[in-house]
């Protein structure tokens, strides 16, 4: 179970040649789980065709050849619907829902809608930019539409601006983080950390590790699947912030250390999945170190902040955040050592994984994982994705946060 499984889905796709990417879009949210009816405006069938997304999403994609069905569609759909997306949503059919014209399926439908809707525009720059575009749009911001895009770029017209349709991954992050609100973490602030910090040793070189950030980007995911409110803390990394993150990107130890103890100062939850150095270069040279003559070269190191043991310290005087939680890479004595970790560092609960394993840890999207609690108790998991890891350690928390 994710948070798209079964959720019934609309996807209005208007006359745009970006039809094609709600194809996609479609795929991704089937593939997620959900269940998602497609309707088309006349104008859409034009640039793709019906049996598309019906092959896409293996249910009937409707259009305006109004069949005996056509009233039961749009009133069931509406007021059954998790979610309404017009992607992509012409000038004409932003109009159209604005002024409360209901000349066609998808314009009924949007009617009779009980859920949110999104909209992502696609026209021609000039389109959007018009004032009674820009003004239909004011009145739609106003009845709580949440709008997604245009991005700016270059647009069929061979002219450049803004009036493309967002990619569907995007589209996606922020139907997930709409379908996501109200969830068991609702008005609840996660602080979450991810990525190998970096420590200088001069301006083109520094010491890190071999974190990729896919585990605290996937935790991040879940505990925004679950209605919180994410702070992400990262070190650099290659993965894409989750829609709907407050994202703050640091280098070093000693900057994660500063980031994450203001955040949690009014947190309930923070999840440490970042791997933070142990030791940095005692002085990072202003200027690069040069090869010259040197055979050797000592590098003096000293610890950094531990931030967990920080946290702590801050969480006996003010009392936040509730929960803390722990990762600990290991590559022996897996068990002990993080059973040893959760007591020092008093943790709520620690995620231990052998990182010398080759299907988990550093380099892979799976996870071999034993959650300990602060009383020693240990729940080892079979090998799971990264995310799976994340929804397990996001569901713990969900049962100390009751
Ligand atoms: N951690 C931290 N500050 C540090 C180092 C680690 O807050 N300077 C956090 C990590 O984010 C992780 C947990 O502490 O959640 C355990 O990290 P790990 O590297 O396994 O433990 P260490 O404290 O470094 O202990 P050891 O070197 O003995 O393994």
């Known amino acids: 179970m994710t948070l798209l499984t079964d959720k019934k889905i609309i996807l209005g796709v208007t006359g745009s040649i970006a039809a094609y990417k709600s194809v996609e879009l479609a795929s991704k949210l089937t593939q997620a789980g959900a269940l998602v009816d497609v309707i088309m405006t006349d104008a859409a069938t034009k640039f793709v065709a019906p049996l598309t997304f019906q092959s896409v999403t293996g249910r009937k994609a409707f259009t305006d050849l109004w069949g005996d069905e056509a009233h039961v569609i749009h009133v069931g759909l509406g007021e059954s619907a998790d979610v309404l997306v017009i992607a992509p949503a012409t000038a ?6 604005a002024h409360g014209l209901a000349d066609d399926l998808l314009s009924v439908t949007a009617l009779a809608a009980r859920c949110p809707i999104l909209i992502a525009p696609a026209m021609d ?3 959007y930019a018009h004032p009674a575009t820009q003004s239909n749009e004011k009145i739609l911001r106003a009845r709580g539409i949440i709008f997604v895009g245009p991005a700016e770029g270059r647009m069929a017209s061979g002219l450049s601006g803004k009036g493309r349709m967002v990619e569907p991954q995007e589209l996606l992050g922020h139907i997930r983080y709409t379908l996501s609100r109200g969830g068991a973490f609702a008005n609840k602030k996660v602080v ?8 200088d040793i001069d301006p083109v070189r520094f010491i890190s590790n071999h974190s990729s950030g896919k585990q ?4 991040a995911q879940a505990a925004l699947d679950r209605g919180a409110d994410v702070t992400l803390i ?5 993965q894409i912030a989750p829609i709907g993150v407050n994202l703050i990107n640091v280098r070093s130890a000693d900057d994660m250390g500063d980031a994450v103890l203001r955040a949690v100062a009014d947190a309930e939850v ?8 142990d030791f940095k270069p005692e002085a990072s040279a202003e200027q690069k170190i040069k090869r010259g003559a040197i055979t050797t070269y000592q590098l003096q190191l000293t610890k950094t902040i531990d931030i967990l043991s920080a946290v702590a310290e801050q969480k006996e005087k003010t009392g936040k955040p509730k929960i803390v939680v722990g990762f600990a890479a290991e590559t022996q004595n897996l068990i002990d050592n993080a059973r040893e970790k959760v007591l020092k560092k008093k943790l709520s609960l620690i995620v231990a994984n052998d990182v010398s394993a080759k299907d988990a840890g550093f380099f892979v999207d799976t996870n071999r994982v034993t959650i300990i609690d602060a009383g020693g108790g240990a729940q080892t998991l079979p ?7 994340a929804e397990a350690v996001c569901e713990r928390v969900e ?4």
Do not use: D, H, W, Y
């Open 92 to 97: 004409n059919t932003m109009a159209k829902i």
């Open 234 to 238: 990262t070190a650099p990394t290659n």
């Open 270 to 277: 923070l999840i440490m999945a970042a791997a933070v150095a």
């Open 399 to 402: 049962r100390l946060l009751s």
């Open 125 to 127: 720059g000039g389109m």
């Open 192 to 199: 979450v950390t991810a990525g190998g910090t970096q420590e």
């Open 383 to 389: 090998l799971m994705s990264k995310a799976e890891v």
């Open 216 to 219: 605290g980007f996937a935790v």
